[in-house]
């Protein structure tokens, strides 16, 4: 199996080093490059073609919220993760808005930030207990967005749902999980991830982070 590739991001040397050292003795993980700031960071992954990204927030002339911007729409193949001490909603929003598969705090222990990475490398959306908890109150506190307009569901139009994908994107909005949107609808949680592909599908996102932000608060026109 091929090694997953990552791409160390930090305006600090010292952290660069200490992350190259904990994941290079890891099995099936390659450091294949390291850069002080965003801008760098986007001529190394357009070198080394990382798999993953571990990205600081704050950083000189490009911070993490901004590169990743630039990654996903440069190389959306990169699974980029923040690893940050903050845990501003600036930086949380900005950054799973912006592409990000996960954020981090440096707190974490090293068997955490490695298995996130192999995680994150198989496509999987990685957050911080405290990061989930601050992404699921903000989606519990403001009401649901109006649910798009109905009719029959067409693959790839992200602007006809079926009236029960509606229904299923409207409880997503409010933060309702998988369980409480089959016991809500009354329907199997199986059913309930059915129509949850269809939206990703439609809406064109890869995951259900995703989906439950640009559900409470779609892009204007």
């Known amino acids: 199996m ?10 600090q040397e010292l952290m660069r080093q200490g ?10 993980i390659e450091v294949a490059g390291e850069a002080a700031d965003g801008e760098e960071a986007l001529l190394v992954a357009a070198e080394c073609r ?7 927030a704050r950083m000189p002339r490009m911070d993490g919220v901004e590169l990743i911007s630039h990654l996903s729409a440069r190389h959306p193949g990169v699974a980029a993760i923040v690893l940050s001490t903050f845990d ?20 974490c222990t090293p068997e955490e930030l ?18 989930a908890a601050r992404l699921v109150a903000e989606l519990r506190r ?8 109905t009719g029959p569901a067409v693959p790839g139009d992200r602007g006809r749902l079926s009236a029960r994908e509606a229904q299923v994107a409207a409880l997503i909005a409010a933060g309702a999980s998988n369980r409480e949107i089959a016991a809500r609808l009354r329907i199997t949680e199986g059913t309930v991830k059915n129509h949850v592909s269809s939206l990703l599908r439609k809406y064109a996102l890869r995951d259900r982070t995703r989906l439950a932000l640009h559900l409470k608060n779609p892009p204007t026109s």
């Open 19 to 28: 992350l190259r050292k904990m994941l290079e003795i890891e099995d099936g």
């Open 2 to 11: 091929r090694a997953i590739k990552v791409l160390l991001v930090d305006d």
């Open 114 to 131: 490695v298995d996130s990475v192999r995680r994150a490398g198989r496509g999987e959306t990685v957050l911080a207990s405290p990061v």
């Open 50 to 56: 990382p798999d993953v990204a571990l990205v600081d």
């Open 142 to 149: 403001t009401p649901p967005t109006p649910p798009p307009p």
């Open 88 to 107: 501003e909603d600036d930086y949380i929003f900005g950054a799973l808005r912006g592409g990000a598969v996960g954020y981090l705090l440096k707190d």
